[in-house]
């Protein structure tokens, strides 16, 4: 056969019986008929001439004429059982090593026992050392390094990781816990459902205002599931639960609220006000076992990235100050790490946090689904100094959110052209904001409209006029009842005073006066 001879074998066959009628079937004919005398080597030389089926490939395999021979004369000679005869032999020795005597397995267990925190190199040098001292306990000669290694991950004697330097009741618990306990991985099914977030002592100090220097702490805040570093900053002072709340604070208006906080017990984490305020916002305010920090691993390898890729790039800058950190942090955390592709999910943090907004992926903000309403919750503010590689993102991003572009912000910050003609290209909704007074002379929405169309006077002021009515209306969900004089529509509204005969959406815009007529639900 071209294909080989084969045996039927039940799907829930081992891959050891597989073998073993495998062979039986070579064999068998031999023990059914036995040649005659003087012909046994000739059956033999057929047989290794013939093809087989591998019994778990499948593919095409040939043995050799002493291995038949050996597997019939196992079989001839086996009266009850020449199938089980055939089966893969148990080493006799099998986790025997000889090499290692029971003097020396007695020394290796009697100090792993008292020091089951050294590795297996420090257990081979003191084992060579002992030998030398105590020639009375008969553990030499001390086989090669390799033979004890094997022996150590034979007999399960693996390194266990000191969670502490203090040797407390609770760090001892915490080691016991780690041995006994299988830890593995996790990772949350939606974005913003957990968030990780702790504090790390950086390794560059920091210039003060008073001329001294400072060791700062950084809080960055991690989406569990994108990876996504939500918020990262540094502090100086001593006032850890205002630091966290601040950082918290930041983070929370960021990237929105998420369902729960995972974090170590630090005084500052688990801090009356943090978890107070904490149970008001309606997130669960979730804590790591005692001297586990391993359990909030994902965070705790973000600093890793942030000591060998942030600071390290910072480490001759002379006279590095707070302000001058945290701009740097927040150029690298956004256009390095938000934007690098992670390792373990194949894809940038932005990327797969954006991904699964779109596809509804967010559990505490749960979608309203409606016809003819394309766009999701989302209203992003500013959008300013849009990269080619974020154009390539949003190309891609299967949802159109609403933008809130503040003229005279963008201005005041010295910001590059607002990329409007891009944006309504892709389908965006775009409005028109105040954003503060720390970057504003005033509030008043004539003023953007104004700043606005002097920016892009290819605008019609119509067009403008919708930017602060209509759009509006429709990224807050109300275009039903805001945003437009119609019936039905709340009666929110202010009146100006125009020159007859010219266009009154060119005299809205333009107005610089102040508003005497304002009906708020349709009372004056």
């Known amino acids: ?5 084969g045996v039927a074998e039940p799907e829930n066959a081992s891959v050891h019986e597989r073998w073993a009628n495998l062979r039986f079937a070579v064999v068998g004919q031999l023990l059914a008929a ?3 005398k003087g012909m046994l080597r000739r059956e033999l030389m057929a047989l290794a001439a013939r093809t087989w089926r591998h019994p778990v490939t499948g593919a095409p395999v040939r043995f050799g004429l002493s291995t038949i021979e050996r597997w019939y004369g196992a079989a001839r000679r086996e009266r009850r059982d020449p199938v089980g005869v055939l089966r893969r032999k148990v080493r006799k020795d099998l986790g025997v090593q000889s090499s290692v005597n029971a003097p020396l397995q007695r020394a290796i267990r009697e100090q792993y026992a008292l020091h089951p925190n050294w590795s297996v190199y420090l257990h081979y040098a003191n084992l060579l050392a002992l030998a030398q001292t105590r020639a009375e306990i008969a553990i030499a000669p001390v ?3 390799s033979t004890i290694r094997r022996f150590f991950e034979a007999q399960g004697l693996r390194k266990r990781r000191r969670l502490s330097s203090r040797r407390t009741e609770g760090a001892e618990r915490a080691e016991q816990r780690l041995l006994d306990r299988e830890v593995r991985s996790y990772e949350a099914e939606h974005v913003n459902s957990l968030w990780h977030w702790d504090g790390h002592d950086g390794s560059l100090k920091v210039l003060t205002p008073r001329g001294t220097y400072e060791i700062p702490i950084l809080i960055g805040v991690l989406d569990d599931r994108s990876r996504l570093a939500c918020h990262l900053q540094w502090y100086a002072g001593d006032e850890r639960p205002q ?3 601040h950082a918290l604070a930041q983070a929370f208006m960021k990237r929105g609220l998420p369902r729960a906080g995972y974090h ?5 984490m688990t801090a009356a006000e943090i978890s107070e305020g904490l149970t008001r916002l309606g997130v669960l305010d979730a804590r790591t076992l005692s001297y586990s920090a391993y359990m909030n691993g994902k965070i705790e390898t973000l600093w890793t990235s942030v000591e060998g890729q942030l600071l390290a790039m910072l480490e001759n800058v002379p006279d590095l100050t707070i302000e001058s950190l945290n701009e740097a942090t927040q150029a690298w955390a956004e256009y390095q790490y938000n934007r690098s592709i992670h390792s373990e999910t194949g894809q940038t943090p932005l990327a797969r946090f954006l991904d699964l907004i779109g596809r509804g992926g967010l559990p505490n903000r749960p979608r309203v689904i409606e016809i003819n309403r394309p766009y999701p919750s989302w209203i992003i ?3 300013n100094d849009v990269a080619e590689s974020d154009f390539e993102l949003l190309e891609k991003s299967k949802s159109r959110f609403h933008i809130v572009h503040s003229p005279r912000s963008h201005d005041y910050f010295n910001h590059t052209k607002f990329p409007l003609d891009r944006l309504h290209s892709l389908g965006f909704n775009i409005c028109l904001g105040t954003d503060s007074l720390a970057s504003n002379e005033s509030l008043s929405l004539f003023a953007e409209m ?7 006077p290819g605008v019609s002021s119509e ?3 919708q930017m602060v009515t209509v759009n509006p209306a429709m990224a807050l969900h109300q275009e039903n009842v805001l945003g437009r004089i119609r019936p039905g529509f709340r009666a929110d509204l202010i009146a100006v005073q125009c020159s007859e005969g010219d266009n009154p959406f060119d005299q809205i815009v333009g107005f610089d006066g102040s508003v005497d007529w304002i009906m708020v639900n349709g009372k004056m």
Request: charged letters at 20%; glycine letters at 12%; hydrophobic letters at 45%.
């Open 450 to 456: 104004r700043a606005f169309q002097k920016e892009f």
């Open 1 to 5: 056969m071209d294909g080989g001879v």
């Open 264 to 268: 170590d017990n630090g005084g500052a």
């Open 243 to 245: 630091i966290m709340a």
């Open 381 to 383: 503010a500013h959008l």
């Open 143 to 145: 086989p090669a390094y």
């Open 463 to 465: 067009e403008v006029l």
């Open 34 to 36: 036995p040649p005659e």
